[in-house]
């Protein structure tokens, strides 16, 4: 692995990021959808109906990556379900015979982020020692749970100990994790500040609402220039004879009441991702992605890049 080196403090959120004299350090968008992607197992819905006809119009599971030309090195940031996909995309951009897949970063154990690793295993890639940075009830989950302890004890991956407020640095890139509220059943939930030569960008694919986070997330985006966040609902309507509100995710329309003076005072994007099957968003030409525009926020797509 290449110039990884593990930093003690929080504070150092806001220290600068490595500079290398080839800038070309981006963040690639791999998925975009809620955990279980688009169409969802089971939803025969008409609004599910498109993704079963047309392979084309199916959307994998929310992940990014960093992709670092000059170092010649990448990180995943999740292991979907949908990652043999991913990780050709990954490759089509960044060839896995010239750059190094320094590491795979986890931020919490629900199936749309994690059980991707499987395809690292004996049965599938047969991959020898990929670091995978878990937190720490990540890590005891991942060691003493099959199928994932085998991984471990064949070394198809190593895994490789995150703290809330550490970070890891690389050698163009700086990646912090924080702990965010979430339904924590079998691992912490972080979000991921990445930091790169010249942007830092504020990951948060899954997360409750805003109004649990300490520090608030406007604090956090004071020093950002980049915000992809937790868009799963886009209002409480979404799911007939469900609460939304019993689920926890912020709705984007409440993440756009409160960020939209943020927008309007800076140079902030900010960026919807994580969206769930029944998401009016996840429609390019839909009234709720023209809503979201308008106000000058973004819906991720699949293979997007954010220079950074």
């Keep these: 692995m290449k110039g990884r080196v593990l930093m003690p403090l929080f504070a150092a959120l806001l220290l600068a990021a490595p500079v290398i004299a080839d800038e070309s350090v981006t963040i690639h968008v791999l998925g975009v959808a809620q955990d279980a992607g688009y169409p969802q197992a089971g939803c025969y819905e008409p609004h ?45 951009i960044a ?61 198809n991956i190593t895994l490789e100990l995150l703290r809330d407020g550490s970070p890891v640095a690389f050698d163009a890139v700086k990646v912090t994790p924080f702990r965010v509220p979430h339904r924590d059943e079998y691992s912490e939930t972080v979000g991921l500040l990445i930091e790169g030569p010249q942007r830092r960008l504020l990951y948060a694919p899954d997360t409750d609402r805003w109004s649990e986070w300490n520090p608030p997330l406007t604090d956090l985006l004071a020093d950002v220039d980049v915000a992809i966040l937790d868009g799963t609902f886009f209002s409480a309507d979404e799911l007939p004879g469900r609460d939304v509100a019993s689920i926890g995710h912020p709705l984007i329309a409440h993440t756009m009441d409160l960020l939209e003076p943020v927008l309007e005072a800076g140079d902030l994007e900010v960026w919807f991702t994580h969206l769930n099957h029944s998401n009016p968003a996840l429609e390019p030409g839909s009234d709720a992605t023209r809503a979201v525009t308008e106000r000058g926020f973004g819906i991720v797509t699949e293979n997007q890049d954010f220079p950074i």
């Design 48 to 92: 599910c109906m498109p993704g079963w006809e047309d392979r084309n119009a199916r959307i994998t599971a929310s992940s990014i990556a960093v992709v670092d030309a000059g170092n010649e090195s990448k990180l995943l940031f999740d292991a979907t379900p949908n990652m043999p996909d991913q990780l050709y995309r990954l490759h089509r």
């Design 95 to 155: 060839p896995d015979d010239e750059y190094t897949l320094d590491g795979v970063f986890l931020t919490h154990a629900h199936i749309g982020h994690y059980t991707g690793l499987m395809f690292f295993g004996h049965e599938a890639m047969g991959a020898r020692r990929v670091p995978v940075f878990a937190m720490p009830r990540m890590r005891i989950f991942l060691e003493t749970n099959g199928p994932w302890d085998q991984l471990v004890r064949y070394q």
